[in-house]
């Protein structure tokens, strides 16, 4: 079934998505929004497994924590590109989702912990223009704290000029492959937990510092999943 969200009701225009509105809902397979939804709140989609397609239209400002996410293994939503008007992204609002493709739009000034995890994210870009983000190397970067938000799963190559310095929860959780390699510049002195989370998966970590500095880097609890072989492999063991 699609659902388009209409722009009034009873004659009343239609601004927000309300929490909790479409939660478990499983007969919407597609949904449409038009140019007068600006917010959709926590929750608005959780649990809506077999909706398979979004499509957003300027205007829409705000998506709330977990708005879209869904269970891993659940995951075949796939996510239209974000609106240029986007400004606020909450923690976890499209785990599990299929973005593929993402361009941060320019207005977008916050991201909350884990909003990309494991969303089979390709290509992760930035529009030039934001004045909070950043992207390189297929990387999105916070420009104040820098500290690495996601990455895409083709070709990575995490800025080695001093820049990155820390690395947020599932930073590198987009799948597309069976066997993982990431090149971890000496400048990182912190790992958020399950930056590393792949089901399964083998994963190297090449830090480019000595096991000394890599003992000294702040852990917060496990940097995978545990359920793979995850291996570190310092400079000074190469």
């Known amino acids: ?47 809506a497994w077999n909706l398979e397609n979004v499509q957003f239209r300027e205007g829409l400002k705000y998506i709330a924590d977990s708005a879209f996410s869904r269970m891993l293994g659940d995951a075949n939503l796939v996510i239209g590109g974000l609106p240029q008007s986007l400004e606020y992204i909450g923690e976890w609002a499209f785990m599990g989702t299929h973005i593929f493709d993402l361009d941060l739009p320019k207005n977008v000034s916050f991201i909350g912990e884990g909003a990309f995890t494991c969303t089979m994210l390709l290509n992760a870009t930035c529009d030039s223009a934001n004045k909070t983000y950043y992207s390189s190397g297929n990387c999105l970067i916070e420009k104040s704290t820098g500290t690495l938000i996601t990455t895409g799963y083709g070709s990575i190559n995490i800025p080695t000029d001093g820049s990155v310095k820390r690395i947020a929860h599932g930073a590198f959780s987009n799948v597309g492959a069976e066997v993982f390699d990431y090149y971890l510049p000496v400048s990182v002195t912190e790992i958020e937990s399950y930056a590393f989370m792949h089901d399964g998966w083998s994963i190297t970590v ?12 702040k852990q917060s609890g496990y940097l995978s999943d545990n359920s793979g072989a995850f291996t570190v492999i310092c400079a000074d063991e190469e």
């Not at 926590?42 to 649990?47: H, R």
């Not at 090449?206 to 880097?217: D, F, L, S, V």
């Open 1 to 47: 079934r699609h659902v388009v969200i209409p722009v009034e009701y009873k004659g009343k225009p239609v601004r927000v998505i309300g929490e909790n509105a479409f939660t478990g809902n499983g007969d919407m397979h597609m949904v449409s929004f038009y140019g007068n939804i600006e917010r959709i709140e926590a929750n608005a989609f959780l649990g």
């Open 206 to 217: 090449h830090y480019a510092g000595t096991r000394a500095q890599w003992n000294e880097i």
